[in-house]
């Protein structure tokens, strides 16, 4: 397996865990994302790793250090939290912001059989090659967490990446179909701006309890808001 050519730069030190921009080229593309390392690991010490993924127009930085109220309220800092508590955290930057922009490459992919999340795969996986060799992370114990788009993420992702142990989806998941397709209630991807949920024969092949079962046994967590549209 041919390890990826990463830059990285300290941005964070706290009093609990140091953080690194992190970017890798990932075959004609790039990945990016936060690395976050609890101070105090010790030498030939392994820590789980929680890779922290943010929602529909989304920074890592939101839930490390939120630039906004409205970042704070919506993440909690559930990032930082989870370095204060003493595990690795990776936060990647996946494509989904910049308004339409990226609905235009879901739309250039979709004539070749390909969806955003054909990239987003791609780059976790690039980014686990390199996660899994770091002296203080335990490959064994990788753990994903994602909130809203983020926990779409958790759906598309892990059912093609056995590295992930264990998944925890919050605010995402659904009877899919129905969320995509009915015209019959308030919180159906219809009345939004989300064109590129509408993924082809999707209601023929696999609705949300379908991917869970590709996880193979897997530890699986859904977690829902009282204010979440699900």
Known sequence: KRQPQVETRRIYDTVDYTGYEVYMRVEGVFAYGILLVPKGVKPGE???????????????QDLIDPPDAKAAQTYGRFAARLAERGFV???????????????????????????????????HKKSLDWLETLPMVDPERIGFYGLSYGGRTAMMVPPVEPRYKVVICSGNFNEWTWKIASNEVPFSYLWTQETEMFDFNLANTFGHYELVAMMGGRPFMVERGHSDGV
């Open 89 to 123: 955290v990776y936060a990647p930057q996946n494509p989904y912001l910049h308004g339409d922009n990226f609905r235009v490459i879901q739309r250039k992919a979709n004539p070749l059989g390909l969806t955003l999340y054909s990239f987003i795969v791609a780059q």
């Open 46 to 60: 392994r820590r789980p790793l929680v890779v922290a993924q943010h929602g529909l127009e989304g920074r890592p």
